[in-house]
């Protein structure tokens, strides 16, 4: 059955508010999505009722803390379908787990003349630490081109990827375009040449089933709050060959086995990687997030965002002036869009008078918007599934009165 939005809407409090005087119009979900009640109850629950530190003390509360936070792992392992829950790392998000990967797999497994694959549409988070690794290791970064028609080159990564290739990261959604890419193809080109895949899946999990196993990617990087979850929290699948290879790459309580002045022992997977207390409310209610998305008809609400993607862009199309970056057929979530002769903070500005929220810019991808020459960034509207055909309305609407104030 088709989902009632106005009704599912009802679970996200934030949504039902006045904004500079009119209704919330909220368009601004790839930067983050607004949460479910059940994720502030989880939230709420562990503060109040539970509150212990994790696998350390030999009581109840530390017991309940501790079974709670394993079992949002489970959650998370078996939404992306991980082989096993030791293969899922915590991490405070995406950044996070690809810095995770730069630092313990990048420094130490990467030499001078080794390559890394990087694309054009690529977040800075998938660029810097990248960076990192090329300045310490003497790595060279390569970049997967754009087409004419700013889809990634498939002809031209064919070209670039050798034997010298030893890493690919590439994002599976652009968060500037919304443009979907042919990660599962560029994965086993990569693999064709033995490189190690880590895909950057930070707008794909709020929009795609995400299956890793499919993807047969090596690493993959997601944040929380980009799907209905907290802030401070996401999360690093690894092969897991790979994963027992790579040593610690922060160190402290929690990551050890044994520890002696002379010498420490590192514990086993996952915990090798999470040095210190982690997020423990934050994974509890990531995986209520889960637990609520599981709960819902996910195939009819992505159809129903595809719906609201068609109309945005129909209306954007009719609008003078108006060009929209990128293909309009693949993509989910977000669409961006530049106006002649208008800039995207000033118009930004201008919605936001009517309570509509969306983000201009360079959506943290400078070198994306360089390459498209649109050095003042676009203007992106990005939705959810809470959306609904009557704010995309008012979107459209208010671009028009926009259009005509300038
Ligand atoms: N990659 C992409 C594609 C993103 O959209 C974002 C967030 N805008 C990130 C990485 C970084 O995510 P976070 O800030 O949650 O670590």
Request: charged share 15%.
């Amino acid at each position: 059955m088709a989902p009632d939005i106005h009704t599912l809407r009802r679970d996200f409090p934030t949504l039902a508010q006045i904004v500079n005087g009119h209704p919330l119009v909220y368009l601004d979900n790839a930067a983050t999505t607004q949460k479910p009640q059940p994720v502030l109850d989880a939230l709420n629950h562990y503060y109040r009722d539970t509150n212990a530190n994790v696998h350390r003390a030999s009581h109840a509360l530390s017991a309940q803390a501790t079974q709670a936070f394993e079992a949002a792992r489970i959650k998370l392992q078996r939404f992306i379908n991980a082989p096993t829950p030791e293969q899922l790392i915590w991490t405070k998000g995406t950044t996070e787990a690809i810095n995770l990967v730069a630092y313990s797999f990048g420094m130490h497994h990467l030499q001078a003349g080794d390559e890394i694959l990087l694309s054009t549409l690529e977040h800075h988070a998938n660029i810097v630490p990248w960076q990192q690794v090329a300045a310490a290791t003497g790595a060279v970064i390569r970049v997967i081109p754009l087409t004419p028609e700013g889809d990634l080159d498939l002809l031209a990564a064919e070209r670039l990827l050798s034997t010298r290739t030893r890493l690919l990261a590439v994002s599976q959604v652009s968060n500037a375009l919304g443009v979907v890419n042919p990660v599962r193809q560029l994965i086993a080109m990569a693999r064709a040449v033995g490189a190690v895949s880590l895909v950057d899946g930070a707008q794909a999990m709020g929009h795609l089933t995400v299956d890793v196993q499919a993807l047969d990617c090596d690493f993959y990087a997601f944040s929380g709050h980009k799907m209905f979850g907290p802030t401070g929290i996401g999360g690093l699948y690894g092969r897991k060959e790979l994963l027992e290879r790579m040593p610690p790459w922060q160190t402290g309580g929690e990551m050890v086995h044994s520890v002696s002045f002379e010498q420490t022992s590192f514990n086993r997977l996952p915990f090798k990687f999470e040095a210190g207390t982690p997020n423990i409310a934050g994974a509890i209610a990531l995986g209520a997030a889960v637990d609520y998305l599981t709960g819902l008809n996910r195939m009819a609400l992505a159809q129903h965002e595809h719906s609201l993607l068609e109309a945005l862009i129909t209306g954007l199309e009719a609008i003078p002036g108006v060009r929209i970056i990128g293909r309009p057929d693949v993509r989910v979530g977000a669409v961006s869009f530049v106006m002649d002769e208008v800039h995207p903070q000033d118009l930004a500005t201008l919605l936001d008078m009517q309570g509509i929220a969306l983000r201009t810019g360079h959506h943290c991808a400078m070198p994306l918007m360089q390459a498209l020459g649109l050095e003042q960034g676009t203007i992106r509207a990005s939705v959810a599934f809470y959306n609904t055909h009557e704010e995309i309305t008012a979107l459209l609407a208010g671009i028009n009165k926009a259009r005509e104030f300038f």
